[in-house]
């Protein structure tokens, strides 16, 4: 009886030796890329984008690429100063031969969203995935970049890829003014 289960404990880890090998090829072969022969000159950001920063160098003709159609600050609830920040959908385009390993989102340098990927090109992020949103303070009229608003964040999102590079989007948003009203109950002595 010990002789059959110390021999079914070797099956099992010569077993998980293979599958580990198998994997550890898997990842080998994927984070090697050809070297490009011919550099062809980094895409124009057109006006009026949010601004992307990548790695990379600067002849490069492939890049990583990250979509968001800007960020909306809305307030559910007057009286009580909390908003939300939402986006319709954050998009991630690795670069050929490459995988997205995580995309991240921070909210005035405070890290709101992590999203790993697992040997995928790309990677779609719906905003139902982040329904209601990320809960800010509205802040008071005229407490950010417009005057006819409340607070102004700035948001960063991050993405990063097997080849160790990464692609960086910036941007920022006002919220509503509103401040949250709490009324102390009169109590006689």
Known sequence: MPIIRSHKRAIAFAGSLVFVAVLSFILVTGLQRPQPTEAAPAPQAAPGLPHLE???????????????????????????????????YVYVS????SYIISATLSIDNRLRAYHAGFFQTY???PGD?????FRVTCGELGSGSNPLLGKTYAYTIRARETSGNAATSY???SCPADMARIYLPILPK
Do not use: H, K
């Open 94 to 97: 690795a670069a050929s031969g």
């Open 171 to 173: 941007g920022s948003v």
């Open 54 to 88: 990548n790695s990379r160098d600067a002849e490069s003709p492939t890049i990583s690429f990250i979509d968001n159609p800007g960020a909306t600050c809305y307030l559910p609830n007057p009286g009580t100063g909390s908003c939300y920040i939402q986006w319709n």
């Open 123 to 125: 990677m779609y992020i």
């Open 129 to 133: 995935m982040m329904d209601p949103g």
